[in-house]
C-alpha cells in the first residue's frame, strides 16, 4: 500500500467550512487504497495574530518563548482536522512535532532537522488511522519545542515523504500550480505542467513564493516527487521531479522586490580576501546573494553583494569588520533595489540567452545595476520602481505566456557530461546523502574543473540602458556561447562586465565586442587567455552560509586568488589563474571530503 503525505496550507484550513472539506479531499485519497499522512499549518493568520501578541507583551520575546507560543497555531489545526476526518467517517490521530518525532538542532525560530523516528507514524498508519500532523515543528535534543522558520510546514510535509519512502508528497495552495512567474504582477503567466528541482530550487529563491526553497532541498536530496495542486479544485497542478520539461530554454521568471546591496571598494587583489567577507557573514549566518567579483586592476578589486533587506544592518557590521582587518575598502550600500531573474535548464545549450534578456530589458528602458549569471539563471539588480516593468519585460521576451516547441539547438555547447556521466554524477550524490550525519546536512557532491576558458573584461562603459544588450547580442551573433557574466554596480557613472567563453572563441569574441565597444567613447577591453573556473555543486549551497566560507578558506591557504564570482542554490563557481587550477580543484575535493569519499556536514 502506497504512502502519500499531503500537505494544507493556511488558508485551506482557515474556517471550518475549509476544514471539512479538506478532510474529505484526505479521506478520498485513503479510500482510493494509500496509506495518508497529512501535514497542517496554522489557520489563517493565526501566526502574525500570534507574533502581534506577543510583540504587545514585549518588544524583543525571548526565542525559545517564540516557538513555545508558534507552535501552538499548528496543534490547533491538527486537532480540528482530525475531528473532521473522524466526523466523516475515518480514523486519524494529531500528532505534535514531538509526537511525531522530528529532532531538531536547538536553533530557535529557524531550527534544521536532525532526524525524524518513522516507529510512531507506521503504528499508526498500520492501525488504519490518518495521520495528521503538525507542520512547522519539532524538538531538541533537551525537549524544547523548535519551529523551522519560513516555509516550516512544506519542509515538514517533503521530510516526512523523504522518511516514510512516500509515492508522492502532495502540497495543497491556494493557486492552480507553479506558474511562470507571479501572476498578481503578470496575468499572462501561465501554469507549468512539469518542473525540475533545479529549476524551482532558482525560482524560489529568487522570489518565487509557491514553495520555499528548503523544502525543495529535501526534494532534490532525497529524491521526492512533489506535486503542488489546488485546494479548491480537480486541477493537476504542477509535478517537481528530477527531470522537469527542456522544450523550453527558460522555464520561468521571478521577482525578488526587497533587496539591498552591499559593496567593498578598493579592497586588496590577493588571496584570502574572499574567505574573510564570507567567514564574516557566515559568523551571523547571513546568506548571501547576487555575489559579484570585479576583476582586479592596479591592485585592487571592488566586491558587491545582495542580502535581504531585513538582514542590511547585521551584514554592514559584518562588512565593515571585514574592512577593518584588511586594513583598506570602504564599505557603501544600495536601498530601493529588486531583483529580477530568469531560469530555465534549457539555458546551457543554447547561444543568445542572456542578450536576449538584456535586449528586453533595454527596450522597456530599464538600466541593470548588476548582473549574475548560473548555468541555468540569469539575475539583474534595478530600481525598484522599475521592477514590475522589468519583470513582464522578461517574461514576454521569453514569450513565456505562451507554450513552446522545443527549439533547435542552436549554437549548442559541448556538454561536460553525457548520459553515463549524469548517472555517476547522480550516484555520487545519493551516497553522500546516504551518509549524512543529520537529515539537512549540507550535500556538496562534486567539484569541477573547466580549463577550456577564457576571460573578457570590459571597463569604463556607460551606465545606461541597453550596453549589456549590445555586448552580448554581438556574442551571440558570432554563435559564441557566454558563459559565467558579472556586473558590478556603476562608479562615477561608469560599470564594468566580465564574462567567460571557451578558448577557442576568444579571438572571434573580442573581435565581436571590439566593435561593439568603438560607439563608447573611454571603454575599455582586456583578455586573459588561459584561466579555470571551479565549480563546487551541491544542495543550498546559498542558505547554508558555510559552503561558501569553508571554499575561500581552503582557496586562500592553497594561495590561489579568486578573480570571478557566482553563486546559486546548487552551484557556485569562481574564475582562478589556469596555473593554479589542478591545486585549488584538490584543496576543494579534500575541504569537502570527497578525495577521501567522506561527507563534511557545513
Given at each position: ?310 538582514e542590511l544592518a547585521e551584514t554592514l557590521t559584518a562588512a565593515e569588520e571585514a574592512v577593518q582587518v584588511l586594513g583598506a575598502g570602504k ?272
Amino acid at each position: 500500500m502506497a504512502i502519500v503525505v499531503q500537505k494544507f496550507g493556511g488558508t485551506s484550513v482557515a474556517t471550518a467550512a475549509k476544514i471539512l472539506a479538506a478532510a474529505g479531499r484526505i479521506i478520498a485519497t485513503k479510500q482510493a487504497g494509500n496509506q495518508v499522512v497529512v501535514v497542517v499549518s496554522a489557520r489563517g493568520h493565526k501566526t502574525d495574530e500570534l507574533i502581534d501578541l506577543a510583540r504587545e507583551i514585549t518588544d524583543s520575546p525571548p526565542a525559545r518563548e517564540m516557538d513555545m507560543l508558534l507552535a501552538t497555531g499548528e496543534q490547533e489545526s491538527v486537532a480540528l482536522l482530525a475531528m473532521a476526518v473522524q466526523k466523516l467517517g475515518e480514523q486519524a490521530i494529531s500528532m505534535t512535532g514531538a509526537q511525531i518525532g522530528i529532532v531538531t538542532d536547538s536553533t530557535h525560530t529557524k531550527a534544521r532537522i536532525r532526524s525524524i523516528s518513522t516507529a510512531s507514524m507506521r503504528k499508526a498508519l498500520e492501525a488504519g488511522k490518518i495521520i495528521i500532523a503538525a507542520g512547522f515543528q519539532g524538538i531538541d535534543t533537551d525537549f524544547n519545542i523548535t519551529t523551522l522558520g519560513r516555509g516550516g510546514s512544506d519542509t515538514t510535509a517533503v521530510a516526512l515523504a523523504a522518511v516514510l519512502k512516500a509515492a508522492v508528497c502532495e502540497i495543497y495552495t491556494d493557486v492552480e500550480g507553479v506558474f511562470t512567474t507571479d501572476p498578481r504582477l503578470v496575468p499572462e503567466a501561465r501554469k507549468i505542467p512539469r518542473i525540475s528541482y533545479d529549476d524551482l530550487l532558482e525560482l524560489a529563491s529568487l522570489g518565487a513564493g509557491v514553495m520555499h526553497s528548503r523544502s525543495i532541498e529535501f526534494a532534490k536530496k532525497y529524491r521526492v516527487p512533489v506535486l503542488v495542486r489546488p485546494a479548491y479544485s480537480d486541477g493537476e497542478g504542477t509535478l517537481i521531479a528530477p527531470d522537469g520539461n527542456d522544450e523550453n530554454v527558460v522555464t520561468g521568471a521571478a521577482l525578488a522586490k526587497t533587496e539591498t546591496r552591499v559593496s567593498l571598494w578598493d579592497i586588496p587583489d590577493r588571496p584570502g580576501v574572499m574567505s574573510l567577507i564570507f567567514t564574516k557573514m557566515a559568523e551571523r549566518r547571513i546568506p548571501i546573494d547576487m555575489v559579484v567579483q570585479n576583476v582586479g586592476a592596479r591592485g585592487v578589486a571592488n566586491v558587491s553583494f545582495t542580502v535581504e533587506q531585513d538582514e542590511l544592518a547585521e551584514t554592514l557590521t559584518a562588512a565593515e569588520e571585514a574592512v577593518q582587518v584588511l586594513g583598506a575598502g570602504k564599505v557603501q550600500h544600495g536601498t530601493n533595489l529588486s531583483k529580477v531573474s530568469v531560469v530555465g535548464s534549457g539555458m546551457p545549450t543554447h547561444t543568445g540567452v542572456a542578450a536576449q534578456m538584456f535586449s528586453a530589458l533595454a527596450n522597456a528602458g530599464v538600466n541593470i545595476g548588476m548582473i549574475t549569471t548560473s548555468d541555468i539563471k540569469i539575475s539583474v539588480l534595478v530600481d525598484r520602481n522599475q521592477a514590475a516593468d522589468a519583470l513582464r519585460a522578461v517574461h514576454v521576451g521569453f514569450d513565456l505566456h505562451r507554450e513552446q516547441p522545443a527549439l533547435p539547438p542552436v549554437g549548442m555547447a559541448q556538454p561536460d557530461d553525457d548520459d553515463e556521466s549524469d548517472k555517476a554524477r547522480e550516484e555520487r550524490a545519493r551516497d553522500v546523502v546516504s551518509r549524512l550525519a543529520n537529515m539537512e546536512d549540507i550535500v556538496v557532491s562534486e567539484v569541477e574543473l573547466d580549463r577550456n576558458q577564457s576571460l573578457v573584461t570590459l571597463r569604463s562603459l556607460p551606465d545606461v540602458p541597453g550596453v549589456a544588450a549590445a555586448v552580448f547580442a554581438a556574442n551571440a551573433s558570432a554563435g559564441i556561447m557566454v558563459d559565467m557574466i558579472v556586473q558590478n554596480v556603476s562608479q562615477s557613472g561608469h560599470s564594468h562586465i566580465s564574462f567567460t567563453v571557451p578558448r577557442e572563441a576568444l579571438d572571434k569574441s573580442v573581435a565581436a565586442t571590439s566593435e561593439v565597444l568603438a560607439k563608447w567613447t573611454g571603454a575599455e577591453l582586456s583578455h586573459e587567455r588561459d584561466i579555470a573556473k571551479l565549480s563546487v555543486l551541491g544542495i543550498g549551497l546559498r542558505t547554508h552560509t558555510g559552503v561558501g566560507e569553508k571554499m575561500f578558506k581552503a582557496l586562500a591557504e592553497a594561495a590561489i586568488n579568486v578573480k570571478m564570482i557566482t553563486t546559486s542554490e546548487v552551484r557556485i563557481s569562481t574564475v582562478v589563474d589556469l596555473a593554479g587550477g589542478q591545486k585549488a580543484l584538490e584543496c576543494l575535493m579534500a575541504t569537502f571530503g570527497l578525495a577521501t569519499n567522506a561527507p563534511q556536514p557545513v
